[in-house]
């Protein structure tokens, strides 16, 4: 069973960084795709960044000159870097895989931005 553990969520003052990590294990034997999403109250849930097997990156607007997103393949890790976080940024970070045409869904990591 395919589980994405998330961490590096928390608080930080407008203008911080983080690094979100996420941890994918299970009985797979590649990973199409990883990636994060948020949900921030009030609102639907929208893409943040996300990373194909082939190396390709889809990253919001919203945040693309502030985010990137890598990945650790030997691991099945992917990571989430967001720099000069603002209060809009406060949402929980949700971690997506693609593995076998499906896709799986961490439990999430809040992020809040506050002074």
């Known amino acids: 069973q395919v589980q994405l553990v998330e961490s590096g969520g928390g608080l930080v003052q407008p203008g911080g960084s983080l690094r979100l990590s996420c941890a994918a294990s299970?009985?797979?034997?590649?990973?199409?795709?990883m990636g994060w999403y948020r949900q921030a109250p009030g609102k639907q849930r929208e893409l943040v960044a996300v990373l194909t097997s082939g190396g390709r990156t889809n990253i919001a607007d919203s945040v693309k000159r502030r985010a990137t997103i890598s990945n650790d393949n030997a691991k099945n890790t992917v990571y989430l870097q967001m720099n000069s976080l603002k209060p809009e940024d406060t949402a929980v970070y949700y971690c997506?895989?693609?593995?076998?045409?499906?896709?799986?869904w961490g439990k999430g990591t809040l992020v809040t931005v506050s002074s």
């Open positions: 997506n895989a693609r593995i076998g045409g499906l896709h799986y």
């Open positions: 299970g009985g797979f034997f590649s990973i199409n795709g």
